[in-house]
């Protein structure tokens, strides 16, 4: 069973031009139809074929009754027809003298619809005038507002250079055969001549297709004159059935004309009907996002309503293998080397591509933001023991690291909110009980990593199995929720840090003033001014005084006038004009200019390839429009200030921590306990992280690895403790927004086709690049101290509200502003009454409250470890929701199956104990689910 | 030929729940199909159906084999379904032992699938719990999760509460007739029992049907178990089939078996047939903008092709006779009187509606922000001859008598950039020549008005007809840049008005202020301030100047400053801070935000009514979010200020000009010179305005009067010339976007169904309130106060855009940045070739270059006389352009049909000179105008 090849159909129409009989496309099909518009002379949109029943049965008729001719020796056009002819003769069908006529009229000329390029056709414009409207329409060879055309004499085998300029070839497959329908109307037939041929050899027949393609079939309908319209639309049933896979099957292997027949039978059972009243056939349908693949549909049984849904169950939650519990030691890490390791070399040579630019500046930023931030907070927090600078290299070293040997590249590392709710507690204490915090911190390192280590030897990860799709959402929702009310604070803040002088009159500017005075004339200044005659005597004294002082502090600065005592007087001196609405101006024009050009690959404007770009590069394009205009501002808005030297935060502190010697010996045993806190929330936060990157949605290819990531997090906790670096671990948002910018879509292939997301350039190179360029923004600081900081700001708002998209939880909450007839087609809406799906809602939400408020006491240090309690809730739900909504809504717990399932494995252990091969099957599992992804 | 009733289709499938076996709704169809989702126990939408082939064969084999009732007596369904077994029996189709079977299961309960009360539902969630999913499903009268059901035993005439209850009676015609279809399989018979009964009268049979619509069609459909799902199939085919307007009055009319097989096999032939591998039978089609009427069905000739386009032109360019020519004197001012005499009560009491409100509100915003903004520039242009004031009062007392007696009140009047160059010149003329310009301005006025009544009398609005969508277009785009370019200038301005201060560092502000020094002061502190030794013995000349005079200048505002002669000095003087930055976010804000709330009507979210209330209110909703973001940051943004005081701008002139004994008596008599520039330009003006507002696409039903409007026009020319206030003409975008605030949708009947744009709410009640307000703005000053300009300026920016949609020229504008295949389907692009549509947009955009560059300059003046040149520029276009293209593009002159028409005319008017019946024909064709619109 070779798979037969793609067709292309052409269809041909017999028109009188001028004088000349010609045969000119109306219409060609790779899948869906495009119509040469008549007066348009340009194609149509590829639109579904809507046939009409009538024709479908008079080309039935017209097959029962017309010349078959099956595997025909052809190798070219006269041949065939005279073949063609000669048959219908010895049938008795046509008589003799009409050989000379339908020979003439079949081998005329040919005139295909090519597309022009449009700098040709604006010159065109001024020139062709009228002449070659509708009406004053007369063929000329070469003419250039017609499109062109070829004899039907020069019968070469080798494509003409018209067929090869023409650039539709590369939306048909490379395998492609022909199918040519000519249909026309002549005055000398009184009942139709139709042949169908199908040839032995596929053939390039000269000028009868637009594109070098050979020809394998051949449908021919000549018939008296005045039923034009019939039979274009035979023409166009024809056609149809030739790009339908099933019915292509069938040309191909058809033995007889019983054969075929039998074809359009079955191609008119599985036709779908659409009633004339409540559809407008001029109305061009346009190719839907999906259609069924071939194999699924001769599947169907048409007599027992194949229209009706599927009404099987969604997909089974399933993580694959690698969360399998292996029950050797270090089962999963010796699993996960041997899954990433083929990739190794792919994982580099497919990171360079245009897209990994757009992705890498994106996430660098996003990187960088991060690391100023939190380096900034963590100085607070631990009295500059780790500072900016710390922060800059620990998520250089720690990012390249991982990106370099994790088990999922496409991780990015970071500093998150529990780590440094962590550090500011274990300062506070090491500073109240007098130990020394780097050397203390070193030893909770140390055992942290040692923990991990136990973790991965164990196969542990496999407990992120439990994990359904109400925890993964609710914590991805919550981190996202956090982000973007970070944003907003910050942005909010700096309407705090510069405030606006809402009295200030422009008319009484000369009223506005702020004055450094010294501090004892401040008093007097405020205590006699009062009145008029104190003032007088007042004012000599200050004279005086300024006459002695007050070159030295009018010149001061602000800052400079606190320090040396001074205060400051006036009634614009806590206000700071425009900054802040500068600063929201960046912060939102980011934001919106990112959404709206990240919308703009849907837009109609513009070649896809350029929109794609601007699409991809959306973030970059807005940054640099906004740091644009703050430059053109000129404004002093807070800018991006990383450090330039390389030297610790804290003067005083070294680059290595060292063990021994600060603390009493009891402190390194006793470490364990905080230690074991710090594992379970890197734990829950990287390995959760992981389970949203490696999301079935997604489409990853190269596998992941749970095992893997967390021994080379426990290795970076030790190396970053002895360094005296800030703790990293996988940070969600970012991760996501990494994911996004690497999503690749395909170059659809036949016109009208949707492209389809093939998934995730997976590599390393782009993560690599993020962390390298993050280790040398020092060097980099001239250029990233034009960048203000609301424009960060609006990319972090951006990335969190971007991460939202696409959650199930974030769609099922609009759903309550939504009456429901205007809700959308969701597939859990088909199949769960809304109550129930309101009430998931709204049990998700007060989860998401609870944690929210927990976040902001102390508790946020064991934040992750709530997403335990989570689970437990949904554990919990099984009692309130049937499965059957469980299934659709989130996933079921793997406890159901469980038995089935290991007992499916004791037989397979049983035949077949081989590893390779156990192995193997479950690849095919895998490849399996990614065809059958629940959309 | 009574038309038959709209039908309404119920299906109901036979269900065994627990023990008991019911019938229980699974779709129904209005026009297009809902389905009861099964896990979803709602409704779906509204969807097109899509049948498969098989069942509508099925479906005519059905009626060809079984038991076919038409015009049965029937009362009560028991004695229905009696009827119909014992004809079966009768006709051996059945044996007689199944008779009690049949009966049974054929009366079963109803079980209809009500829509219940969102609260309720709500309210459900909690208790409901897991008790009624899908698994334990036990039926229980009255359960929470359940529908309501209904018994058959009780057979009353008067429809039960429940189905009086039922809301979605009111999406179903009044004279709407049921047909119900029961399908289902039993486990008694062996082969299908069918039955298709008409009653000959519809009759309420119990809880049958949903809703208390009286039956009059049933479809019954019981066989042998296991093929359930075609079953089902063949109950959608017939059900689809009944609501289908051609079937079903072959079903009402039907006679015999053989009526409904005939009207079955018409249906088939004009089916619409998707072929299986492009198109996913899953997919749930949207029900059309449009659907075919039935009696344009019915004309269709299926065999020749119905699926093709229409290949028909363009419906032509027709003014209607308002425009015609009368020759009578007055004839068209009498007409115009005659046609709108019979209007007047419903002009005021369709006026009264929640949309007029919004309307009001919107288009008052607009007047007095055009009347301030005219107004000022008036003042400056006429040393305050005439100012806000006077544009106020002239503004509400123009406006409200063309809204009371004008022949289109939907048009507004305003102050128009033409006529304000106008008064810039005559003003500067009457100052250099000595000449008294009000006196001057009255005798243009008169003379102007006396040459309206001319052109009134003489029907010279006859001219319009030669003004083609082209010019229309043309005039109508330049008028919304003009708008466009004004709002974004004043919001430049304000930059340049409040400057920002660049250089501002927040922490030297101690070294930013501005001071207001004697101006002797001020130049001995610059000359001699450089030298230390120097200043310090200014500082002591400064001091003790300072002791006598300081306390003057330093409480001086900048004004008082400049005033007494006072120098400013200091750094911050030329800027103000925040102003310029708020004035551009309130700007962007309100006409963002307008444009979002406009949108919103297509927007999932809350119910449509709510919907539509906030896209009708969104500039009203914006004006009010931004009046109160710049109340709460209290920032002294420009604000709208009226005139608070009844009295004329200029001190010194009277409320009344006096024609004579200012000026010598030949400028009575030469001032026909000038005033025949203002006549022509206030005709041109005036008339396109009226054209774009009576456009066809605006459907509008109560004619408009292009005579009489020039009359009154006229009338004001005078009255305001004698008051000595601004002259008014139609405001093309103004009366644009009161038109779009008055558009009426119908409440789509079925469901699915689009709502048809009905035309506009035609009354003069809007535009009367609109200038009454403006009237009374002077003691609305203090609310009025609160509004800053910035928000208005983004009003005008949206009107601006806003009437640029809509527009075809834009459209084709757009075409250039799109690429071929991303074109919108419009009809032109069908039939031009494309490069002759860029062409014809390349003529028409530099035509408006053209039309720009001399709006710039003091051509400004004869503008509207420039339409005329648009109107030459057209003509010519008839030699490069083929009528083909013009027909599509644009429209056909009126002379090309002038003589055919003439010739109709004339034989008209010699078999029939009655005007009577002359003017019922043009009615007549004006109706028929409407329903041909070409869309």
């Not at 027949?261 to 009243?277: N, S």
Request: proline fraction near 5%.
């Amino acid at each position: 069973d070779v798979p037969t090849p793609t067709i292309f159909t052409e269809m041909d129409t017999l028109q009188r031009e001028g004088d000349e009989l010609e045969w000119k496309e109306s219409a060609r099909w790779v899948k869906f139809e495009e119509k040469v518009e008549e007066g348009g002379e340009r194609w149509s949109k590829p639109h579904v074929s809507t046939l009409s029943l009538h024709s479908l049965f008079e080309l039935r008729t017209c097959i029962q009754t017309g010349t078959v001719l099956l595997d025909l020796e052809g190798y070219s056009l006269p041949q065939i027809v005279d073949d063609i002819i000669e048959r219908q003769i010895e049938e008795g069908m046509i008589s003799p003298d009409l050989r000379d006529k339908i020979n003439f009229v079949l081998l005329r000329k040919h005139r295909h619809q090519t597309k022009k390029p449009i700098h040709r056709s604006l010159a065109d414009m001024g020139k062709s005038g009228s002449s070659c409207s509708e009406y004053s329409f007369t063929f000329y060879q070469g003419s250039s507002c017609h499109a062109q055309s070829r004899s039907m004499n020069d019968i070469a085998d080798a494509p003409s250079p018209d067929q090869l300029r023409n650039k539709f070839m590369k939306k048909i497959p490379r395998d492609a055969e022909a199918s040519n329908v000519l249909v026309g109307e002549v005055d000398f037939l009184n009942k139709p001549f139709v042949a169908f041929v199908r040839l032995a050899q596929a053939t390039t027949l000269g000028g009868l297709t637009e594109v070098p393609v050979p020809t394998r079939f051949l449908f021919i309908l000549l018939g008296p004159q005045g039923k034009a319209k019939s039979y274009n639309e035979i023409g166009r049933a024809i056609a149809t059935l030739m790009v339908d896979d099933l019915f292509s099957d069938v040309a191909y292997k058809a033995r007889d004309r019983e054969d075929l027949i039998a074809g359009i039978d079955e191609f008119l059972d599985e036709v779908i009907v659409l009633p004339p009243g409540e559809w407008d056939p001029k109305i061009r349908i346009e190719p839907p996002k999906k259609v069924p693949s071939a194999e699924k549909r001769s599947q169907f049984i048409p007599n027992c309503g194949g229209l009706s849904e599927d009404e099987e169950m969604p997909v089974q939650h399933e993580l694959g293998e690698e969360l399998a519990f292996t029950g050797r030691f270090c089962g999963g890490l010796y699993l996960d080397i041997k899954r990433k390791l083929p990739w190794l070399l792919s994982d580099f040579y497919e990171g360079f591509h245009i897209q990994s630019i757009s992705a890498v500046l994106f996430i660098y930023l996003g990187c960088i933001t991060n690391a100023i931030t939190f380096g900034g907070l963590l100085g607070d927090a631990t009295d500059n023991y780790q500072g900016v600078m710390e922060s800059f290299l620990g998520t250089a070293l720690a990012g390249t690291v991982f990106c370099l040997f994790g088990g999922q590249p496409l991780i990015i590392l970071s500093s998150t909110g529990p780590i440094l709710i962590f550090e500011k507690l274990l300062f506070e204490f090491s500073k109240n009980n007098g130990i020394d915090y780097m050397e203390l911190r070193l030893w909770i390192g140390i055992h942290s990593c040692l923990q991990c280590f136990i973790l991965v030897a164990s196969d542990a990860s496999y407990i992120i199995k439990y994990m359904t799709r109400f925890t993964e959402e609710g914590f991805s929702s919550l981190i996202s929720f956090i982000f973007i009310s970070d944003a907003i604070k910050k942005m909010v803040g700096s309407f705090k840090y510069y405030p606006i002088n809402t009295d200030f009159k422009p008319d009484y500017v000369t009223t506005f003033k702020c004055e450094c005075l010294d501090i004892f004339l401040f008093f007097t200044h405020f205590l006699h001014m009062s009145t008029i005659v104190q003032s007088m005597w007042m004012f000599s004294f200050y004279c005086a005084t300024l006459n002695v002082t007050a070159l030295d502090w009018s010149q001061l600065s602000k800052k400079e006038c606190l320090k040396y005592g001074g205060s400051l007087v006036g009634n614009s001196c806590k206000y700071v004009p425009d900054l802040a609405l500068v600063s929201f101006i960046l912060f939102f024009g980011t934001y919106s200019m990112t959404v709206s050009l990240k919308k703009f690959k849907f837009s109609r404007y513009f070649p896809t390839k350029l929109r794609k770009l601007i699409s991809d590069f959306s973030i970059f394009m807005s940054i640099m429009t906004f740091v644009g205009l703050d430059m053109l501002l000129g404004l002093k808005t807070p800018k991006l200030i990383v450090p330039t030297e390389f030297k610790p935060t804290r003067p005083g502190r070294g680059w290595l921590v060292m063990p021994f010697g600060k603390n009493p010996w009891w402190v390194y045993v006793a470490s364990f306990v905080p230690a074991l806190l710090v594992t379970i929330l890197i734990f829950m936060d990287q390995q959760i992280s992981a389970v949203i990157v490696n999301r079935k949605e997604n489409k990853l290819k190269k596998g992941c690895g749970y095992h893997l990531d967390l021994f080379w997090v426990g290795v970076l906790m030790a190396a970053c403790s002895f360094l005296g670096l800030p703790w990293y671990v996988a940070a969600t948002v970012i991760s996501i927004a990494h994911i996004d910018s690497l999503k690749m879509e395909s170059e659809s292939s036949a016109p009208g086709e949707q492209p389809q997301f093939l998934g995730v350039r997976e590599q390393r190179v782009t993560g690599i690049l993020v962390f390298v360029l993050t280790g040398v923004s020092i060097f980099l600081a001239p250029v990233l101290k034009f960048i203000p900081m609301p424009v960060l700001y609006g990319v972090f708002l951006y990335m969190g509200v971007a991460s939202l998209s696409g959650i199930q939880f974030w769609d099922r909450i609009k759903l309550f502003m939504m009456p429901s007839k205007h809700q959308p087609d969701f597939s859990f809406l088909r199949h769960v009454p809304l109550r129930r799906v309101h009430l998931f809602t709204l049990i998700q939400i007060m989860c998401l409250a609870v944690l929210w408020v927990l976040k902001s006491t102390f508790l946020a240090i064991i934040f992750p470890v709530m997403i335990l309690g989570l689970m437990v809730i949904r554990k919990m739900m099984d009692w309130v929701f049937s499965q059957h909504d469980l299934a659709w809504l989130d996933d079921l717990l793997p406890e159901k199956e469980k038995k089935k399932k290991d007992e499916d494995k004791k037989k397979g252990k049983e035949k077949d104990k081989d590893k390779d091969k156990e192995k193997k099957k479950s690849k095919a599992e895998y490849s399996d689910e990614e065809v059958d992804l629940p959309v």
